[in-house]
């Protein structure tokens, strides 16, 4: 058996040069590997072309990261996107149904950013193409003239729903806090909430900024920041890339059961 779970974390698929590649930022292999204790392994965005049923069994969990792309608005019918906005159908072929089909057979799941977005979206929910054109909503974005330190500093404060996921993830001896701080790096956001989704935290103008599945038989959690960024230097990032790993610990050490139970029936 192995001694760690393994993570899959979804790709962007993107052109390096005149070749169709899949990548994964740096940042999210470190915080599984670092934060979550687990071995990492890239999903490319093949879409159909490698089996759902294949990928769930072989991870302990699955890692939905942010991106520059935006999830196209006609898989939560929403109108044509913005001349120029990027888009990644071959993502969208990829995570929304394997999103699905993770939460069902309660593989644990960490969304970040536009895998908040597309758990929201894979739940029947709606998004904000361009938060920032909103009324009553902030502006969301960074700005990307600034260095990266400044773009992934905190920038405004989230509200804990009380008694759930994330404010029982960073609960101390001395109570448990009512806000945090979080950077912000996001121009969609959830407009309508998905159907057996939980809201777990939100921004100052109400905009969404967390959500747990319901009903999950696992670890379930999105977040619309980026906890991957320095997330030893965070005590919320921290905590949730913990739980995720210990999520995925159990999986696996449940997977290796069953797998002793089938052979010693068999043998």
Same mark, same amino acid.
């Given at each position: 058996?192995?001694?760690?779970?393994?993570?899959?974390?979804?790709?962007?698929?993107?052109?390096?040069?005149?070749?169709?590649?899949?990548?994964?930022?740096?940042?999210?292999?470190?915080?599984?590997?670092?934060?979550?204790?687990?071995?990492?392994? %890239?999903?490319?965005?093949?879409? #159909?072309?490698?089996?759902?049923?294949? @990928? =769930? !069994?072989?991870?302990? &969990? *699955?890692?939905?990261?942010?991106?520059?792309?935006?999830?196209?608005?006609?898989?939560?019918?929403?109108?044509?996107?913005?001349?120029?906005?990027?888009?990644?159908?071959?993502?969208?072929?990829?995570? %929304?149904?394997?999103?699905?089909? #993770?939460?069902?057979?309660?593989?644990? @799941? =960490? !969304?970040?950013?536009? &895998? *908040?977005?597309?758990?929201?979206?894979?739940?029947?929910?709606?998004?904000?193409?361009?938060?920032?054109?909103?009324?009553?909503?902030?502006?969301?974005?960074?700005?990307?003239?600034?260095?990266?330190?400044?773009?992934?500093?905190?920038?405004?404060?989230?509200?804990?729903?009380?008694?759930?996921?994330?404010?029982?993830?960073?609960?101390?001896?001395?109570?448990?806090?009512?806000?945090?701080?979080?950077?912000?790096?996001?121009?969609?956001?959830?407009?309508?909430?998905?159907?057996?989704?939980?809201?777990?935290?939100?921004?100052?103008?109400?905009?969404?900024?967390?959500?747990?599945?319901?009903?999950?038989?696992?670890?379930?959690?999105?977040?619309?920041?980026?906890?991957?960024?320095?997330?030893?230097?965070?005590?919320?990032?921290?905590?949730?890339?913990?739980?995720?790993?210990?999520?995925?610990?159990?999986?696996?050490?449940?997977?290796?059961?069953?797998?002793?139970?089938?052979?010693?029936?068999?043998?």
């Amino acid at each position: 058996m192995r001694s760690k779970p393994l993570v899959g974390i979804s790709a962007d698929r993107t052109m390096l040069g005149a070749h169709p590649s899949h990548g994964v930022g740096e940042k999210y292999i470190s915080a599984i590997v670092d934060g979550s204790h687990a071995l990492a392994m %890239l999903l490319p965005a093949l879409g #159909a072309r490698q089996s759902i049923d294949d @990928v =769930l !069994a072989t991870v302990d &969990g *699955l890692l939905f990261t942010g991106s520059y792309s935006n999830v196209e608005p006609h898989h939560y019918g929403g109108d044509p996107g913005a001349p120029g906005t990027l888009h990644d159908a071959a993502r969208d072929a990829t995570t %929304l149904p394997l999103m699905r089909a #993770a939460l069902a057979a309660g593989v644990p @799941v =960490l !969304a970040v950013c536009r &895998g *908040l977005q597309e758990m929201n979206v894979a739940f029947g929910g709606t998004l904000h193409q361009s938060v920032h054109t909103v009324a009553g909503l902030n502006d969301h974005r960074e700005n990307r003239k600034d260095d990266l330190d400044v773009q992934y500093a905190p920038s405004h404060s989230i509200r804990l729903t009380a008694g759930g996921l994330l404010q029982r993830l960073i609960a101390a001896p001395a109570g448990a806090p009512s806000e945090a701080r979080v950077n912000s790096l996001h121009g969609q956001g959830i407009e309508r909430l998905g159907v057996g989704l939980t809201v777990e935290a939100v921004a100052p103008d109400g905009l969404i900024e967390a959500v747990s599945v319901s009903d999950a038989r696992a670890f379930a959690l999105g977040v619309q920041w980026h906890p991957e960024w320095k997330h030893a230097d965070d005590a919320l990032s921290t905590a949730i890339f913990r739980a995720f790993g210990d999520a995925c610990r159990e999986r696996m050490r449940k997977r290796a059961g069953c797998g002793a139970a089938f052979a010693a029936t068999h043998a």
